[in-house]
C-alpha cells in the first residue's frame, strides 16, 4: 500500500517538473517606475498669471507628460514679478529635498527691467551652482530681450543662457516663449503672458526637450537617498 501511494507521489512530481519545463518558471513583475519630482521655478509665466492652477504651465506639462507615459510630477514655484535675484533668494525653500531636476525659467523681468545683464548671469550661475551642488539638475528654459532695449543689451542678455548651459552641461530649451511671443492670439490682453492656448503651444514646444532632461534622470539616485 505504501509503494502505490509512493509511485503516485513520484509520478505527480514528474507531471509537474514537466509542466514547469514546457510552460517556464513565472515571470518576475516588472519593478514599477521611479517617480520623478520635478519643480518649475519661474516668474509669472510659470506661475500662470491670471489662469487657473490647472492651466499654469507646470500642472498642463504634468498633464502632457503622464499622457505620454511618464512617470512625473511638476511642481508649480513660480512667484509673479520674480527677477533672477528673487530666485535665487526664496531658492533653497522653492526646491525642497526629494526633488529631482529644476525647470529653470528666471530673467523675463530683468529684463523688462533693463538689470544690467551681468546680475542676471551671476544670479542664474549662482542658482545653477547651488542646484548642483546639491545634485539637482537643471533644465534651462531661455528667454530672449526686446529688441527695443538696443543691440548691447540684446546681445549680452540673449548670451547668458546658452553659455551657462554650455558651462554647465545643462539641457537648454533656447525661448520660453518661442511660438507665442508677440501674438495676441496667444497672449492675455497684456500682451506679456500666455492665455490658455499660449500655455498650451509652450507645453508642446518644450516636451521634446522635458523628455530628453527627464532621459538624463532616469536611475539618477534620488537626492538625499541612501545608495
Known amino acids: 500500500m505504501l509503494q502505490r501511494h509512493d509511485g503516485r507521489r513520484a509520478a505527480l512530481i514528474l507531471v509537474l517538473f514537466a509542466a514547469l519545463l514546457m510552460h517556464g518558471t513565472p515571470a518576475r ?19 500662470g498669471y491670471r489662469l487657473p492652477a490647472d492651466a499654469a504651465f507646470p500642472a498642463v506639462l ?10 512625473v510630477t511638476v511642481a508649480n514655484a513660480g512667484v509673479s514679478g520674480d527677477t533672477t535675484t528673487g530666485g535665487l533668494d526664496r531658492l533653497d525653500w522653492s526646491v525642497p529635498d526629494g526633488t529631482d531636476g529644476v525647470i529653470l525659467e528666471l530673467g523675463a523681468n ?27 539638475p537643471v533644465l534651462m528654459a531661455g528667454m530672449r530681450a526686446s529688441l527695443n532695449l538696443g543691440p548691447d543689451f540684446v546681445s549680452r542678455f540673449d548670451a547668458i543662457y546658452p553659455s551657462l548651459s554650455e558651462q554647465y552641461g545643462l539641457v537648454l530649451y533656447p525661448f520660453f516663449l518661442e511660438g507665442i511671443a508677440g501674438d495676441r492670439a496667444f497672449n492675455l490682453d497684456d500682451g506679456l503672458h500666455p492665455n490658455l492656448k499660449g500655455v498650451e503651444t509652450i507645453v508642446a514646444g518644450i516636451l521634446p526637450t522635458v523628455e530628453t532632461f527627464l532621459s538624463r534622470l532616469q536611475g539618477a539616485p534620488r537626492y538625499g537617498s541612501i545608495p
Open 29 to 47: 513583475a516588472a519593478p514599477a517606475e521611479r517617480v520623478l519630482n520635478l519643480v518649475a521655478l519661474g516668474d509669472s509665466l510659470t506661475a
Open 110 to 136: 530683468d529684463m523688462l527691467r533693463g538689470t544690467d545683464p551681468a546680475v542676471t548671469k551671476k544670479a542664474l550661475d549662482t542658482i545653477v551652482a547651488r542646484l548642483k551642488a546639491r545634485g539637482i
Open 62 to 71: 504634468e498633464r502632457a507628460l503622464k499622457a505620454k507615459g511618464h512617470a
